[in-house]
């Protein structure tokens, strides 16, 4: 075994043909343009890779918790090469808009958009057929091949990363806790911080009526979602109006998980609710760049494969996020000095064995 053959060194660098040099005038950055998008279609590669292994692992009848490092470790591998992608976005950005220009028309109608893997890897992580953004009235899955078409479709009957993530918050053992009504305690919390809130927007000189107004409609706004946390059926009309996907215990989990991150048995779950919303992030500002890129590169022109260009990029970052639940619950977060205590006995219960042990 030796090097160039065990990596296909020689197959790999003979792998970019350009459009341009076949229609007799070499464009000199298409060649940069090729390898950039390679480069993508590599890591994607790799990250789906690692979200199918956790994938199996969540899907296990019985999550192992020595299984949860090994997941926090592969999710925080995918949020690494995420960094790259962002970065790989300034080193397309060193072709000017007039380079592209040279062979850009040479491309269409092929786009990002025929991207099989990258539709395979956010129907796995939970993007839903139905919260896309859409274009020309098109499903998103329209420019594929035949053979990439039905890989998508099948996927999407497949459990996503949401959806095992939110069975697992559903098995939270601590929701009820005995001898202690912590939702009722922290209802309370959050309500008189809230309207701690109201108070220093009336009170603040700085403010002239109608911001004062605006504001207090908001935070107003704030309470009324807050309340419907603590409502069944109300949080269900919640969810059918897209305001919350999770389920109701779901979410309470991923609630009380964050407020008391520091117990020992909480930390790792912790971690993992961070690590997921890392990715979310990720992936959105990699696609705001890619949106900025296009805005410069394109001005207003239609995209190669059909869209808006900039307008939809744009649009889609914001809309195609998958884990934006726990972003939303921070809304209801309070300062940890407020946070209601433990009991002694409930504390013990979520710390480590050894240390039970040892007392």
């Known amino acids: 075994m030796n090097y160039p053959d065990y990596l296909k060194i020689p197959e790999l660098l003979n792998l970019q043909k350009l459009e341009s040099e076949k229609h007799g005038s070499t464009a000199h950055d298409e060649h940069l343009f090729i390898i950039v998008h390679q480069v993508y279609e590599l890591w994607f590669k790799q990250i789906l890779w690692e979200v199918n292994s956790i994938l199996d692992l969540f899907s296990k009848e019985k999550l192992d918790e020595k299984w949860m490092d090994l997941i926090l470790h592969r999710l925080n591998r995918v949020t690494e090469i995420q960094k790259l992608m962002v970065d790989q976005v300034g080193i397309m950005e060193t072709m000017t808009p007039l380079d592209f220009l040279d062979f850009r028309n040479l491309l269409i109608p092929a786009s990002g958009f025929q991207s099989h893997q990258f539709r395979l890897l956010e129907i796995k992580l939970g993007l839903q057929r139905q919260d896309r953004h859409r274009f020309s009235e098109k499903d998103f899955d329209e420019q594929l091949k035949d053979d990439e078409k039905s890989k998508v479709r099948s996927s999407e009957k497949d459990l996503s990363l949401f959806e095992l993530v939110e069975k697992w918050l559903e098995r939270t053992p601590f929701l009820t806790m005995k001898g202690f009504d912590f939702w009722s305690s922290f209802k309370s919390s959050v309500e008189e911080n809230l309207q701690k809130d109201i108070q220093l927007i009336n009170e603040n000189p700085e403010l002239n009526d109608t911001q004062r107004a605006k504001n207090t409609a908001m935070l107003t706004e704030s309470l009324k979602g807050f309340q419907s946390l603590f409502d069944e059926a109300k949080y269900k009309q919640d969810q059918k ?3 919350w996907r999770l389920s109701y215990r779901a979410l309470h989990a991923a609630l009380l998980i964050q407020l008391y991150r520091d117990q020992p048995v909480l930390q790792l779950p ?4 961070m690590a997921l919303q890392d990715m979310d992030e990720l992936f959105t500002t990699w696609r705001y760049r890619h949106a900025i ?13 059909g869209s808006s260009g900039f307008k939809y990029l744009h649009e889609a970052a914001e809309k195609h996020k998958v884990f934006k639940d726990f972003v939303q619950l921070t809304t209801y977060f309070i300062p940890k000095s407020q946070i209601p205590k433990l009991p002694a006995d409930v504390e013990k219960e979520l710390d480590f064995y050894y240390n039970r042990a040892q007392s």
């Open 241 to 243: 109006e897209g305001t």
């Open 270 to 273: 912790f971690r993992l609710l």
């Open 293 to 305: 890129m296009a805005k410069r590169m394109l001005g207003s022109r239609v995209g190669t494969g």
